[in-house]
């Protein structure tokens, strides 16, 4: 059997790290090794070349930590529709997460809706599909909703905090979180929603830049305030579907900030189709 050469390898090695990393693995740091092998190789080669006559230029100087959030900022900033914010998060570059994720995740339902929903970040399902929360939260999300008359089809957006897949699912960091959320206020700006929702406790602190347990948050009137609104945007908190997946009996705390959210979207005038 005839030896692979080095492309075929590279392809063959670039397919294993996509299979575990689609299985729900952890590949960062063997994905890390993986692209280092090349950058040694050429390092090794360099160092067996004879030394080049003209002076070596200067190094550069390497990007500041934050010039990620700058560049976010900057994108962000200069969109003028959610179609544009979208485009400007698809093709952004700055947040390592993008590296392992099949598919940006940025939101789905009509751009128009009245009503912005917005979570924490994609998990594998989402990450296939490239639409938050189609999974098995997202389809207990969508029956909460109907109870209440929210159709992501038709009166609802729905979108996420963190807009790549972290690997094996785990928490985004910090960073990860700074990074993305200029996109996040910038679509809160754009869309002006009558009624903003956040899904869980991460979500919710890292909207309103607070550090408090979901209890303390649910089920509240709250207000989003930032520069650049015209008027505070009505904010309520709910429980995260995910965490109901996991404690069913909370499920009536649930129904309880469900009924909240349906009173005050009848004081916003917001239209809705309630099943009889």
């Known amino acids: ?30 994905e890390a090794i993986y692209a280092a092998a090349p950058a040694r190789r050429a390092q090794a080669a360099q160092q067996a070349a004879p030394a080049p006559v003209a002076p070596r230029p200067a190094p550069r100087a390497r990007p500041k930590a934050e010039s990620s959030v700058e ?3 900057a994108l962000a900033a200069a969109a003028q529709s959610v179609a544009e914010l979208r ?8 947040c390592a997460l993008k590296a392992t994720a099949r598919n940006t995740v940025f939101s789905d339902g ?8 917005i979570g924490e970040a994609p998990g594998k399902d989402e990450d296939e599909q490239g639409k938050p929360f189609v999974g098995r939260s997202g389809k207990l999300l969508d ?12 009166n609802i957006m729905i979108s996420n905090t963190i807009y790549w897949r972290p690997p094996g699912n785990r928490d985004p960091t910090p960073g990860e979180s700074l990074t993305c959320l200029p996109f996040v206020e ?19 602190n890292t909207v309103l830049r607070r550090d408090e347990p979901v209890s303390r948050l649910r089920g509240r009137r709250l207000n989003y ?7 505070p945007v009505n904010t309520m908190v709910m429980l995260h579907p995910a965490y109901l997946l996991r404690q069913p009996q909370q499920k009536r705390q649930a129904w309880t900030d469900l009924l909240a959210i349906a ?14």
């Open 1 to 30: 059997m005839a030896a692979m050469n080095v492309p075929e390898t590279q392809a063959a090695a670039r397919a294993l790290l996509a299979f575990w990393r689609a299985a729900g693995v952890d590949m960062d740091e063997a």
């Open 71 to 73: 560049s976010a900022r």
């Open 87 to 94: 485009a400007a998060v698809e093709g952004f570059d700055g």
């Open 110 to 117: 009509p751009d128009d809706a009245e009503v912005l929903l």
């Open 143 to 154: 029956r909460m909703l109907a109870t209440i008359g929210l159709d992501r089809k038709f």
């Open 186 to 204: 910038r679509l809160i700006e754009l869309k002006q929603p009558k009624l903003l929702i956040l899904a869980g406790k991460a979500a919710a």
């Open 225 to 231: 305030a930032r520069e650049g609104l015209a008027l």
């Open 263 to 276: 009173a005050w979207l009848d004081e916003l005038g917001v239209a809705r189709a309630v099943k009889s």
